[in-house]
């Protein structure tokens, strides 16, 4: 038989219809239902009452809404595309803990029940609803009392999972379990295992997770405590109870310092104490999940954080070297989301990214790992995964999970996202270095629009980029890179006050390659982080030579690229050479062009701001090039503004490169940065340059680009330089 319409059949067959009371407090509720106008129904319904209530068309933004709200009930279509409405109450659950989770359906009562099981949800709205009936649903759930904290549970103990006993003593487990079917529901599953190792076998298996750990202090194959810190390591999260045969508070802490819940004295483990133990060591255990959920896992998404994803890559590099096993890590970064984000508001980009994170999971196996790293860059640690034709397989998937739009808001939002893969220990002899490898695979497979790298395709002849990518590792090897150094000089002194070293490339049978010839294949492989820190630590090298010749006072600035300079480890290398060296920090500039600084990377401004913590500035190269703003300008914390060469070219024959120019000295003045004209040719360049203000210059006409001993010849003759036709 058909319910009332609008009636809630609750889990035990009861149903009320209370009055609402309009001076209930105001709450939040959270209605997903994929038909619009049953959306439009329930606001309107609730619109003059005293309560805030969500609507989501979709699973992705149900679960969104859930990452960021707590809500006092929620209520859910069970017929829905991709995921049900039962499917949505568990990936919500864990979020909810004080929330009622009601669905509501058209289907026939049988056809109904035979969706759900006990325990699911608190109840089923029947469509079409009839309003008394709804609201009074809603009355009795959203303003029922919240259970008091000091209120001592009654009834049988209720657990979902299995009570696993680890004791080796028939009698033993015989009278534990007797007590336990006393004081707990029927049905109720009890497992009894005898030795620590059949333990880590039950709690390791995907089927038998156990609710609860009773645990004897001594063991056939191990003591006590050592099988409590066995069980902790293994990420156990049900609490053990550990029971002894004595009182003995010593032991007590050092069981609760291993990692269980409680310590009991068999003897006294009558019915209500023990029922009482297990209940106070759960509600204890469910606290300390919290806490570490927010210590471990990121809040808008439910993956993993990067604590605990560098803790779990440690130990599973460390279980794969010591099996001579292979471990797969994948990179993977939104594409275009800052636009994204942009043009639709930050709560569209957090639904986004949540739903993103989803859509990720259920790609994903169980003994695989999803962390969100930060922003919208995402890494998958895949033990499972022992092959490169296995990681592209899953990075595929990925491929295929964002193929359909995401509903999120009244927006339908198409993305796509870059991987980059990695293996153990192809790749990476540590897990810093895995990271780091696909870090740099996902940079080279964003900048392709593909997944991969510069490998050759098999049976196709290689392109010159392909060769020349094949090229650098075995030119780094073998000291083909060089570099150049040109002084940047004050411009009434002409004297050199510091000098920005230049890369080139002794390529064999191609002769000096600028910059422009390989740096975009340099970026694209990920060789810009050897090459970027070898250029380092020359540049170092050879300033403490040209110092000994003009001062100690001479600046150096160094050009790099955004992706050598978000490298995670950038800083901490700088910083780990301004010590060697026993360098001034505030004596290096880090140089970007203009388009770097502008792509707003928060690993790059991460790094950026760790230097200028020290004293190392940051030099936008290419100024007056690009589209830079002044807000965006002084969020870059620059040290240096470089006017572009293509304005110094016309300043003769240009008002408007002049008007330029003093715009920019006077941009400088404003924000206290200093300003250094790029690429001055002639001695009425250098004048022009003079009388609009600017006080610092760099270009043939001080001094071309030359080798360090090139330098040190010139420098010695003499350090102040001046064009041979001044």
Known sequence: MTPPPGSLASCNGESTRPVWDATAKAHRVLFVDDDPICRRHFEVLLASRDIVVDVAASADEAIGFARRHQYRVIVCDLVMPRLDGLAVIERVRPTQADARFLVTTALEPVQARGMLRGGQVDGVLWKPWEVGSLLAVLERLVTRPDRSPTQEPSGPLDLVGTVLIVDDSPYDVARLTALLRAGMTKGTCICAVASLGEAVAHVTSEANRPAVVLLDLHLPDADGLKAVARLSELGLEAPIIVIGDWQDEAVAVQAVQAGAQDYMVREHADERRLIRTIRQAVGRNDSQLKLTRVALYDQLTGAANRVLFERRAEQAVSAARAQTTKLGLLFVDLDRFKSINDRNGHDVGDALLSAFAMRLSDCLQPSDLLCRLGGDEFAILAPRIQTHEEAHELASAFSEAMSLPFELSG????????????????????????????????????????????????????????????????????????????????????????????????????????????????????????????????????????????????????????????????????????????????????????????????????????????????????????????????????????????????????????????????????????????????????????????????????????????????????????????
């Open 411 to 726: 927006h339908t939002l198409a993305v796509s996202a870059s991987v980059g893969v990695a293996l153990f220990p192809d790749d990476g002899a540590n897990e810093k270095e895995l990271l780091r490898s696909a870090d740099v695979a996902m940079y080279a497979a964003k900048g392709h629009q593909r997944r991969g790298s510069l490998a050759p395709t098999p049976g196709k002849p290689q392109t010159e980029r392909e060769l020349m990518a094949q090229s650098l590792r075995p030119a780094l090897e073998n000291n083909e890179f060089v570099l150049y150094f040109q002084p940047i000089v004050d411009l009434a002194t002409r004297k050199p006050l510091a000098v920005e070293a230049l890369l080139r490339w002794q390529r064999s049978e191609h002769g000096l390659l600028m910059p422009t010839a390989f740096l975009s294949v340099l970026d694209e492989t990920g060789m810009i982080i050897p090459v970027g820190r070898w250029v380092l630590k020359e540049a170092f090298r050879e300033v403490t030579r040209f110092r000994a010749l003009v001062g100690e006072g001479l600046g150096l600035s160094v050009n790099c690229t955004a992706t050598q300079v978000a490298d995670r480890n950038f800083a901490s290398e700088v910083v780990g050479m301004l010590k060697q060296r026993g360098c001034d920090p505030a004596l290096l500039e880090i140089e970007l062009d203009e388009a770097s600084l502008a792509r707003k990377s928060e690993a790059l401004a991460e790094s950026l701001r760790e230097l200028k913590a020290i004293g190392v500035g940051a030099c936008m190269d290419d100024f007056g090039s690009g589209t830079s703003s002044l807000t965006e300008l002084r969020r870059a914390g620059l040290k240096t503004l470089k006017i572009d060469r293509s304005v110094v070219n016309d300043l003769q024959g240009s008002e408007e490169s002049r008007a330029t120019v003093e715009a920019i000295v006077a941009i400088g003045r404003g924000l206290r940065v200093r300003v250094i004209a790029e690429g001055v040719e002639t001695e009425a360049q250098h004048r022009v340059l003079r009388g609009l203000g600017c006080e610092l210059g760099q270009g043939r006409f001080y001094g071309s680009p030359m080798t360090s001993d090139e330098l040190c010849l010139t420098w010695t003759a003499s350090p102040t330089f001046k064009s041979t036709s001044a």
